[in-house]
């Protein structure tokens, strides 16, 4: 290998051990963002095998799984998922020989396509007979099934038939358009339990329509957690991405709440409503504890004839994902937490001790089926508030990359999953130099596949049933997974390939249904034809003012872009929640918390000269933009808030279609919300908003305080 090389050697390509690589879709090589071509080591290409079910341990393995592959490959009568986008040309094998072959299309409304498919059958390969379909422009967008007959052979496929492009709403269409990040469980009110629940967030999305005329909002993952302490900090290392976080609920907002006697609930409250204006970093967990047992209470209120239709309706909507996450979260409560014990790993859905768990304790199953629904309820509600007070899209919800191994989502399903042996991360880039390994277990690729991917379907739509945009962290895992083995380190990883076709595909059916946009984090190591594809479908892709530098140079010192050449079809920002809010990282926040805790490689004199160098190149794009002067520059302590601002209002010279302004900035708030590579070293995710004084900002405050408005104005023009 050299360091002008860029793809393998042919000598490489025709090692069996390779070739059985690239017919399992992993990736022997890759080019990293530095524009290095590396490798993957055997020993990785092994395991990573391994995790998807083949044998690759010795020379007579590697063989007999080639053969095998090419077998199966062979035999398969038709994909067991296809994908169409109306518009464009698909054209799908049917494995078949001879013209003995019936098609049969039923729709996504039971009802039957009404052409002829064999008309647009034809021969492929003149050796074999085997025959290629041409799907016609006719069908509609939707999930469908598609059933081939041929002599003896029956097969069936989910054809996902999709809108070739997710279109942007009229609204966005019509001019750019802005709104907020914010970690809504960092912001508080009175009514709140020490933690932003979605009361907070209902009255966030309208305040900021009103009075900030702002389109949407941003907001940390909601996905589902543990059911009781200890709690998870992460909202991107959920339990399950299906549902939702329950913690978040707020009691008061609950119908049959006005039955209660509210002392009771009261002195629940009063044990952890001070919080509501510490300083100190959330406790999730005492949080959690008081509320759970206000939220069992209100359970217990009779529910009127209709709100118990509500309830049962929502749970057949919510089919056997959602009886399987209840189970879980039961276990979790009569056996301990999964990592305590051994019934993670010792039963699963067919076990005879979880049959009875379910029989004997079916009335908290059936409460953490109801927490599901009232979490709905008042996520919907939020939204509802959104949209009715103006928000062109309102809520952003964001997708994380991948589930906990201990979570619901395993437990019950582990053959969605390559568990035990490999987790997914990603490899080094500029920002983390030894990669990183997020330890969650990657999806299948073939279970996928087989599926018709109906596990990442209704994850989807459950999503934007009560959203108008999602935000997918770490979009290239829609093509491409680094799967990490046990003991290799982030490092020692490989890409694994998906079909981004047919999750594209979902994503474009389901955020066309609701009018609404998906929003890809396509940062770090991100190959240019992903972000061409995700273009082409309408995806918007992200822009950081931080990260922008010309020719994407990875220099602290080299010139930033000016962002009137930033991406249109894009989500343009100042900053990222990785980052320490835009007022800390100009004081160099991020380095002396990397000192503090010892995440530095080398002297902390190197990084300082560095964040100095980034900050100087920042201030010179700045004042070649005339957005501040030299003298300004010179002395970016004593400017903090002007220079904060100029750095949003340059990134209104983006044509990007969405801008976005962090609640963090807009109230000058200086703390890291979140430090990468660490864990219980720092209160990751647990940092509740304040302004630079660190005096508790409450969520009634915020669009009220006169920098928000000032930081508002400048995203609408007004300054």
Not at 160 to 186: D, H
Not at 395 to 402: F, H, I, R, T, Y
Not at 644 to 662: F, W, Y
Request: glycine letters at 8%; a negative charge.
């Amino acid at each position: 290998m050299t360091q002008t090389q860029q793809t393998e050697s042919a000598e490489r390509i025709a090692r069996p051990l390779i070739q059985l690589a690239k017919l399992n879709g992993i990736s022997t090589s890759y080019i990293d963002q530095l524009g290095t071509y590396v490798e993957i080591r055997d020993e990785v290409l092994v395991s990573v095998l391994a995790a998807l079910g083949v044998d690759a341990s010795s020379d007579e393995a590697i063989t007999a799984s080639y053969a095998a592959t090419q077998q199966r490959i062979a035999d398969t009568l038709v994909e067991p998922t296809v994908v169409k986008f109306i518009g464009k040309e698909a054209v799908t094998p049917i494995r078949a020989k001879g013209n003995d072959v019936a098609l049969k299309l039923t729709l996504e409304d039971g009802t039957e396509y009404a052409g002829d498919l064999t008309a647009y059958l034809t021969g492929s390969n003149a050796d074999d007979g085997s025959l290629q379909l041409t799907l016609p422009d006719d069908i509609p967008a939707g999930y469908h099934t598609l059933a081939v007959d041929a002599g003896p052979l029956h097969a069936e496929a989910a054809l996902i038939c999709a809108p070739a492009r997710i279109e942007l709403p009229p609204a966005v269409a019509e001019k750019q358009r802005w709104g907020w990040m914010a970690q809504m469980y960092s912001i508080r009110s009175a009514e709140s339990w020490g933690v932003g629940d979605y009361g907070d967030l209902k009255l966030l999305l309208s305040d900021a329509a009103t009075k900030s005329h702002a389109d949407f909002m941003l907001i940390n993952p909601i996905h589902a957690t543990a059911p009781v302490p200890p709690l998870e900090p992460s909202p991107y290392l959920p339990e399950s991405r299906r549902f939702l976080n329950v913690t978040y609920i707020r009691p008061q907002d609950i119908a049959e709440y006005a039955e209660l006697n509210e002392a009771d609930v009261a002195r629940l409250h009063a044990e952890v409503s001070p919080a509501n204006d510490s300083i100190e970093p959330l406790d999730i967990n005492s949080a959690w504890w008081h509320k759970r047992q206000a939220l069992q209470l209100v359970y217990n209120v009779p529910r009127s004839v209709e709100r118990q239709a509500a309830f049962d309706a929502f749970k057949e909507a919510a089919g056997p994902d959602l009886r399987a996450f209840a189970a879980w979260s039961v276990a979790f409560q009569v056996w301990g937490a999964p990592w305590e014990g051994t019934w993670f790993k010792d039963t699963n859905r067919d076990s005879p001790e979880v049959v009875e768990l379910m029989r004997e304790h079916a009335d908290m199953v059936d409460f953490e089926c109801w927490l599901q629904w009232i979490a709905d309820e008042q996520v919907t509600a939020a939204q509802n508030a959104a949209r009715d007070s103006g928000m062109t899209l309102g809520l952003m919800q964001d997708m994380a990359v991948g589930v906990h191994s201990l979570g619901a989502d395993v437990w019950w399903n582990p053959e969605r999953f390559a568990v035990g042996s490999v987790t997914v991360g990603c490899p080094p880039d500029f920002y983390n130099q030894q990669g990183q390994d997020w330890g969650q277990p990657p999806f299948n690729p073939n279970y996928l596949a087989k599926t018709g991917y109906g596990v990442y379907r209704e994850m989807v739509h459950n999503m934007f049933s009560h959203a108008g945009a999602v935000r997918i962290d770490h979009v290239l895992g829609l093509f491409r997974l680094w799967w990490i083995p046990q003991g290799e380190g982030a490092r020692g990883g490989a890409y694994v390939t998906y079909d981004y076709e047919a999750m594209i595909a979902i994503l474009t059916i389901e955020a066309s249904r609701v009018n609404g946009l998906v929003v890809g984090e396509d940062l770090g190591t991100v190959p240019d034809y992903v972000r061409t594809v995700l273009g082409e479908h309408g995806l918007l892709g992200c822009m950081v003012e931080w990260f922008a530098r010309v020719d994407d140079s990875p220099n602290a010192g080299d010139p930033y872009a000016d962002p009137s050449t930033y991406r249109k079809y894009a989500l343009a920002s100042v900053t990222t929640h990785d980052l320490p809010p835009t007022a800390g990282y100009l004081q160099f926040e991020h380095v002396k918390l990397r000192e503090q805790l010892h995440l530095l490689s080398g002297p902390v004199e190197e990084f300082q000269a560095s964040a100095t160098d980034e900050r100087n190149a920042m201030m010179d794009r700045l004042v070649e933009s005339g957005l501040i002067t030299p003298e300004v520059a010179g002395d970016v302590e004593g400017h903090i808030q002007e220079i904060v601002e100029a750095m949003h209002k340059m990134l209104l010279k983006s044509p990007s279609v969405l801008l976005q302004a962090a609640l963090v900035d807009g109230v000058g708030e200086t703390r890291t919300q979140n430090q990468p590579g660490t864990s219980s070293e720092y209160s990751n995710w647990r940092v509740p908003l304040a302004g630079p004084d660190l005096k508790v900002v409450h969520t009634d405050e915020v669009f009220d305080l006169p920098r928000v408005q000032s930081l508002a104005a400048i995203m609408n023009g007004e300054k």
